[in-house]
């Protein structure tokens, strides 16, 4: 009857997801596109970045989302 019981696996929410789902269409195109451009934006500037406008997100969410190591995968 109880073959094959696991504990359920965790998964943690992405935060920048979470931000993501929140922000109008607008706003949420401006940060996929400025997620998407590593060149230009490090994750500690766009985490001050976001901040500063009152979003409050550090570097290592984005750093683990731009790498696909978060829940999103």
């Excluded at 706003?27 to 985490?47: C, F, G, N, P």
Aim: aromatic share 2%; charged share 30%; glycine share 4%.
């Amino acid at each position: 009857m109880l073959e094959g019981l696991t504990p359920p696996e965790r998964t943690f929410p992405c935060h920048v997801r979470t931000i993501l789902e929140r922000l109008d269409e607008s706003d949420k195109k401006i940060l996929l596109d400025a997620l998407a451009d590593m060149e230009s934006w490090s994750h500690v500037a766009l985490a001050q970045a976001l901040t500063q406008r009152g979003i409050q997100c550090s570097d290592k969410p984005i750093r683990k989302h731009r790498s696909g190591i978060c829940s999103c995968k």
